[in-house]
């Protein structure tokens, strides 16, 4: 049985992978996201090229493993929205959202020997309308500073919303489970 690898250094996707329960190690896949995101084209695009990239570059150390590669982006009119990494970033970001929908965009892909497996999860999001202050309490209290759309869903960030429209909830932290596990499953990981 091969064994499976997460292409990642989130913290939040290795969470997300772990409640599966079955066994996995973490590779960071060293691709560099920003020759990626500087060349530009569709935010869908970019994630899914990234995504296979990283599972791919972990993949070429691993070959005989199954390795899951992922990426998101928050997407506002068309413009992809990166983790904004100080909270003056996360509060501008957070004005720019309120009272609107932006969409995340999260892509995964799986290599196994013989193949790769790619799927990609699109969920739309409604901002309810915030107050100054309100964004600025939120910021300092959940810091979503490296989270794309500067907010933290699977905490205090579900908060922030009016609706939101998805197949899984999961995919919104980074890692959309259910089509992982039906993915894996196939794979010959029948405990999923």
């Known amino acids: 049985m091969p064994r499976l690898i997460l292409a990642s250094t989130s913290k939040y996707r290795r969470a997300l992978l772990q409640t599966l329960g079955e066994p996995f190690e973490t590779v960071a896949p060293g691709v560099d996201e920003a020759i990626v995101k500087a060349a530009g084209g569709p935010p869908r695009q970019i994630v899914e090229t990234l995504a296979m990239q990283k599972a791919e570059a972990v993949s070429a150390g691993r070959p005989a493993d199954v390795v899951i590669g992922s990426d998101q982006v928050a997407v506002l009119d068309g413009e992809v929205l990166g983790k904004p990494g ?3 970033n996360a509060v501008a970001q957070l004005r720019a959202l309120s009272g609107r ?10 290599a196994y020997p013989g193949g790769m497996r790619r799927f990609t999860d699109v969920t739309n ?20 500073l490296d ?9 205090r960030g579900d908060s922030l919303f009016e609706r939101v429209e998805t197949r899984d909830e999961t995919a919104i932290v980074g890692l959309p489970l259910m089509r992982l596990s039906t993915t894996l499953r196939a794979l010959g990981f029948d405990s999923l």
Do not use: N, W
């Open 101 to 110: 929908q932006h969409q995340l965009i999260t892509a995964v892909a799986v």
């Open 125 to 144: 999001l409604i901002m309810r309308r915030l107050k100054d202050e309100e964004i600025v309490t939120y910021v300092k209290r959940d810091q979503p």
């Open 86 to 88: 100080t909270e003056a």
């Open 147 to 155: 989270c794309a759309g500067s907010y933290k869903f699977e905490s």
